[in-house]
C-alpha cells in the first residue's frame, strides 16, 4: 500500500503517470518492431529503406527507456531525447570526416578532382548546421 502512495505521489509532483510511462515504453519498443518488420518484409523496396531509417531512430530512441519510469517529467525527457540526437550528428560528422581523411591518406582516390571535398557538401553543413541548433537547445535547456 506504502509504494502505492509512493508512486501517486511522484505521478502528483508533476512527473509521468504508471500508465503514460508505460504506454512511452511499449511505443519505443513497438517502434523498433515495426522497423524490424519493415526492413523484413518481402514485398516494396520503398518500406525497406524507411523501415532501414527507422532502425537507426529506433536504436536512438531505445537509450530513452531507461526513463520510461514513474514520476519523470517531460523536461528531462526532452533534454535526453535532444542529447541522443545531438550525439548522432556529431557522430555522423565525425564518421563523414574520417571517411573522406580514409580516402586521401589510405585509397588515394583515383580522380580526387572530380568532386568536392566533404566540406564543401551542402548536406555535412546542414548536419553541422542541426548539430549546432541541438547544442544551442541543450545549452538553453541545461540553463533554466
Wanted: charge should be neutral.
Amino acid at each position: 500500500m506504502s509504494d502505492e502512495v509512493a508512486i501517486a505521489g511522484k505521478g502528483a509532483l508533476g512527473g509521468m503517470s504508471p500508465a503514460t510511462a508505460q504506454r512511452l515504453e511499449w511505443g519505443i519498443i513497438g517502434l523498433g518492431i515495426l522497423a524490424l518488420a519493415l526492413i523484413f518484409q518481402p514485398f516494396s523496396l520503398a518500406l525497406f529503406g524507411i523501415g532501414c531509417a527507422l532502425v537507426v531512430f529506433a536504436g536512438l530512441a531505445n537509450n530513452l527507456l531507461p526513463l520510461c519510469q514513474t514520476g519523470t517529467t517531460l523536461r528531462s525527457l526532452v533534454v535526453a531525447s535532444v542529447i541522443v540526437a545531438l550525439t548522432f550528428f556529431v557522430v555522423m560528422l565525425v564518421s563523414i570526416v574520417a571517411a573522406y581523411l580514409y580516402g586521401v591518406f589510405f585509397v588515394n582516390a583515383i580522380a580526387p578532382d572530380t568532386s568536392d571535398p566533404f566540406y564543401r557538401q551542402p548536406f555535412v553543413w546542414g548536419v553541422a548546421a542541426i548539430a549546432v541548433g541541438l547544442a544551442a537547445l541543450l545549452t538553453s535547456l541545461l540553463r533554466r
